[in-house]
Every structure is written in C-alpha cells, then in structure tokens.
C-alpha cells in the first residue's frame, strides 16, 4: 500500500486509478526528466546468456569484438541458449555467406548489438524483444567460424546515422561494450574469464503499467500494477525526484 499522503492512495479502480494517475503525474513527470534524457548514453547490457550462466570472453585479433565460449570448458557451447541483453527492435536477421546466421538489434541512442555464427535464429526483423528473451542459439554456421562453436559479438554505434552499425570487420562501427557495468574489447588479445550472466530480469512484461504518483510535497512516486490481476507489483516506491512545486490535489 502506499504510504498516507499520497494522492491516489484512496481507491479508485486500478484501471481509473492508472488513467487519472499516468495522465496527470507523467505529465507533470516529463516536465521534470524531460530535458535531461538527450545525452546518447550506451546501453545498459547484461551478458546475452541466461543469468547465472558463466563464459570466457576473448578479444583474439579482433578487439573490441569478443568472442563467448561457455565455462568451463568450452563444452554446451554449441546450442546454448542466445538472450537479449537488453530491450530493443530486430534490425538485422539473415544468413551472411561468411558470417553465418546473424541478428543485429536496435537499443536506440544509436547503439546495436551483432551475434554472428548462430546455429539458429529466433527473431525476424521488426521484432520487439526484452532483456532476457531468447533470440537465438549459439553455433558455428559461417566460414569464418572455423568450424568451432562460439558466439562472435559486437556492440555498434552508429556514428555515420545511416541506421544500423556496420560490423564484422576493422573499421566497422564496433565499440567496447560494457556488461553489467564492466567494460570489456579495450584491446586484442585479452581474455576475461568466468564471465557470470547478471541478465536476470524476468522479460518485461507487456501486461505490467508503471504508475507515478505526487506526494502532497512534491516528492515523486511510483510502483506497478499488472494488468492481468489489477494488483501492484510492488509498493509504493517514494523517490528522492521532486516536481520542483506543490501540486494541487488531484
Ligand atoms: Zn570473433
């Protein structure tokens, strides 16, 4: 339950309560994170294996690409499971005659993920995926895998902004890439071991509304309510954020 004094602790039903709450506080909302949110901020990744799943990541001669071979030693490698490692639109879905089957996403801001040498594919362009969906499996398809099961990765960045990263050789649009806030790709070469999967969020979940609410000081809050049940997901969370004004009662 929320704590008293917040302005919609008294009762509507959960679907009034998210229309009159999401329409009036997102607006006031936006006014306060809206002009901040401009600077192209790489995205927030986790590992593209289940969470808890621990890999070897080597740069070899190709940094900042890596390549992801399954601990401890090497074995489930081929098929293992492909996620997401964080949300954002298919751009790229197709077999390359050298790089085997590929998918590359869109995290917005300019920034894209590239998995090349799967064994299979499980997204089309278009498709809409959450940290943590599985979009595909490891392999060896391609030539330039060599013939041995591992997962090539690249984070793009778009920097000519002709809408997707260009990857797969030197010069490409490839940039390190950052797990679970750790940098990795700085140089050839390089192997990091034991490499543990924080990608642990449940998918998103379609059904779940987030709702913002206005303390009678103008501290900001929010939870969830999930529109399956019309329950919260969570309580009602107070954040240090304020309006910056003393709303009127709504
Ligand atoms: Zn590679």
Not at 141 to 151: A, W
Not at 162 to 191: D, I, M
């Amino acid at each position: 339950m929320p704590a008293s004094g917040t302005t919609w602790r008294n009762l509507m039903p959960p679907s009034t309560l998210l229309r009159a709450v999401v329409t009036t506080a997102l607006v006031a909302a936006f006014s306060v994170f809206g002009t901040a949110s401009h600077a192209m901020a790489a995205p927030d990744l986790q590992l593209p294996f289940p969470c808890g799943q621990k890999w070897r990541l080597d740069t070899w001669a190709h940094a900042p690409a890596v390549d992801m071979v399954k601990e401890p030693d090497q074995h489930g490698t081929d098929g293992a499971t492909l996620v997401a490692p964080a949300a954002g639109t298919v751009n790229q879905s197709y077999k390359h005659g050298n790089a085997g089957n590929m998918i590359q996403i869109n995290h917005g801001g300019g920034y894209f993920t590239t998995y090349i040498h799967l064994q299979s594919r499980a997204v089309s362009v278009g498709d809409r995926v959450q940290r943590g969906a599985m979009i595909g499996k490891v392999g060896k398809t391609g030539e330039t895998s060599n013939g041995h099961p591992h997962l090539h990765f690249e984070l793009g960045r778009d920097s000519d902004g002709n809408g997707s990263a260009s990857w797969g050789f030197a010069g490409s649009e490839r940039v390190k890439p950052t797990f679970n806030g750790v940098t990795y790709g700085q140089s050839n070469n390089q192997t990091w071991r034991n490499v543990e999967s924080r990608n642990c969020s449940a998918p998103s979940p379609e059904g779940t509304a987030s709702v913002y609410g206005v303390l009678p000081d103008g501290r900001l809050t929010y939870t969830a309510i999930d529109a399956a049940s019309g329950k919260r997901t969570h309580g009602a969370v107070v954040s240090t954020a304020t309006l910056g004004f003393t709303p009127k009662a709504m």
